[in-house]
T-cell receptor, first 110, second 124 residues
Framework: QSALTQPPSASGSPGQSITISCTGT?????????VSWYQHHPGKAPKLMIY???KRPSGVPDRFSGSKSGNTASLTVSGLQAEDEADYYC??????????FGGGTKLTVL | EVQLVESGGGLVKPGGSLRLSCAASGFTFINYDMTWVRQAPGKGLEWVSSISSRSSYIFYADSVKGRFTISRDNAKNSVFLQMNSLRAEDTAVYFC?????????????????WGQGTLITVSS
């Protein structure tokens, strides 16, 4: 199974909103509502931001939201802040007792 | 506070073996599934292996199947990854992660707390 497809980079100014896409197939993203999003500041532990497509773990600001349409999931970050600058990875249950990650998107806050 | 601390990384020659450990604290370890994920230099995250709370279910990525073995010791709040027949392409930072929730099968694949990782370099 191939990695999920994410844009390599995204950017926005403070206060703006950005959306990062994550495209898979009907065997993974499209077939299950088990898409997660992780924030990773290099050198630190990745952090779960969204799971089950649109659920937020405790402590994650509501500026972060998730959605899905067909084989594509999306992460939206509203009211961009400097600390949001990081790498973001989507993942999906892969249908074969496995997890598939996206290639990652580097978010730059201008 | 939940803490996951990986150890055991280092430099190993191709064909060699290494055993990673992940020490957990701050939660009831026996209640949660655990997973190893890796990140090769300059690359994205790659799922490696997952183990259910009582070791009833164990899954591996095709890239490591037959070479890596995941295990856990619930009495010692630890999860392990035995890596044999190591290849250059196994060079990566290896993270251990805990399932965000415990309850159903799919929860295993939602990774809540993560450790900071340990670096494995496979090179002659």
């Amino acid at each position: 199974q191939s990695a999920l497809t994410q844009p390599p980079s995204a950017s926005g100014s403070p206060g703006q909103s950005i959306t990062i896409s994550c495209t898979g197939t009907r065997s993974d993203v499209g077939g299950y509502d088990y898409v997660s999003w992780y924030q990773h500041h290099p050198g630190k532990a990745p952090k779960l931001m969204i799971y089950d497509v649109s659920k937020r773990p405790s402590g994650v600001p509501d500026r972060f939201s998730g959605s899905k349409s067909g084989n594509t999931a999306s992460l939206t970050v509203s009211g961009l802040q400097a600390e949001d600058e990081a790498d973001y990875y989507c993942s999906s249950y892969g249908g074969r007792n496995n997890v598939i990650f996206g290639g990652g998107t580097k978010l730059t806050v201008l | 506070e939940v803490q996951l601390v990986e150890s055991g990384g280092g430099l190993v020659k191709p064909g060699g073996s290494l055993r990673l450990s992940c020490a957990a604290s701050g939660f009831t370890f026996i209640n949660y599934d655990m997973t190893w994920v890796r990140q090769a230099p300059g690359k994205g995250l790659e799922w490696v292996s997952s183990i259910s709370s009582r070791s009833s279910y164990i899954f591996y990525a095709d890239s490591v199947k037959g070479r890596f073995t995941i295990s856990r010791d619930n009495a010692k709040n630890s999860v392990f990854l035995q890596m044999n027949s190591l290849r250059a392409e196994d060079t990566a930072v290896y993270f251990c992660a805990r399932a965000e929730n415990s309850g159903n099968y799919y929860d295993m694949f939602v990774l809540g707390p993560w450790g900071q990782g340990t670096l494995i370099t496979v090179s002659s």
